[in-house]
């Protein structure tokens, strides 16, 4: 009878050693069964980036999927590298898409939005989780397209708007024209006439190392101030139209850089009932002393508009954009 129970124990322990090796062993195909994304690891996938000609002031830049894991639209910038400037925007930005279901790309899915160009130029597509890159590639422009942004040398935004509103700093000019920079309490505006129509698109590259009440840029149809008429991207008062209201755009973060917005202004103008016939483009940094922000301290907020551009975006008669679901 000792010899019988005396066995058991070595007996018992290989049973215990096979189950927890089977155990192992069913816990390591969950493992290798999930996705990359789920184990912290970056997708892979065969990605075809390319520029197509969408009239004489557009360009569209498509992204296509060809073969590999499924991208989740959430987890994805696009970064730009274009002549001398870099801009970074989220891949649900790109609101003209083509087979994405439930917000996922896959194979024979492809995303497209308007993009000011000139070249050379490379586009990486970033996995956010990991900060890895998926796809670099250079592009080739179209030769027929030749976009044109806002000359800002030839009519600099230095008139007030909103007078009693604008007030301490300074708003002057960079990059040949190319950039207006604002400081301190700012209302400005340029003459500039164009007629809003439904197919209006405001694009714009927005940068700012210090955050105000207000930050903003608008088309307005007199001097006077139209909250709805501003597309607020930054700030810590909400006033004018929030930028995250548009499908795929986000409100800006101060360690975001360069920020790249492409905006749907013509069907917002227009379910709002304003005048399509405006006058002025106006860029707002705001800082009230009346409301505690000083526009005079040691870090003033600050803004930076570039390459800004209004065209007529008719892509989507061709390609209907799908929002995420």
Known sequence: M?????????????????LVLVAAGAAGV??????????????????????????????????????GDDLRIEEFDVVVRDGNSTSRMALSAFGNRSGTSDGIVDAGDSLRTTQLLSGPTT????????DAVVDEQRVTLPSAS??????????????SFESNQDGTGDTTVEDSGATVSMEGNQWKYIERDYTVTENTT?????????????????????????????????????????????DGLERYQQSDGWV??????????????????????????????????TPDRE???????????????????????????
């Open 260 to 293: 790249r917005y492409e905006v749907p202004i013509g069907d917002h103008y227009e379910a709002n009932g304003y005048d399509g016939n405006t006058e002025y483009i106006v860029f707002i940094t705001d800082c009230d002393t009346n409301s505690g922000c």
């Open 202 to 246: 405001l694009v714009f590259e927005f940068r700012s190392t210090s955050m105000g009440e207000i930050h903003g840029i608008g088309l307005e149809d007199d001097q006077d101030q139209t909250g709805g008429r501003v597309i607020e991207v930054y700030g810590d008062q909400y006033w004018g139209h929030d930028v995250a209201n548009f």
């Open 146 to 159: 030749s976009p044109s942004v806002v000359d800002f040398e030839s009519s600099a935004p230095t008139q």
């Open 2 to 18: 000792r010899r019988g129970r005396g066995q058991s124990a070595p007996i018992g322990t290989l049973l215990m050693v096979a």
């Open 299 to 325: 870090d003033p907020p600050n803004s930076r508009f570039r390459n800004v551009r209004i065209y007529e975006n008719d892509s989507s008669a061709s390609l209907a954009p799908v929002s995420v679901a």
């Open 123 to 130: 586009v990486q597509l970033i996995h956010r989780p990991t």
């Open 30 to 67: 969950v493992i290798f069964d999930l996705s990359p994304d789920l184990l912290g690891n970056a997708p892979s996938a065969s990605i075809d980036v390319s520029v197509e000609g969408n009239g004489p002031d557009a360009q569209t830049l498509v992204v296509s999927h060809q073969g």
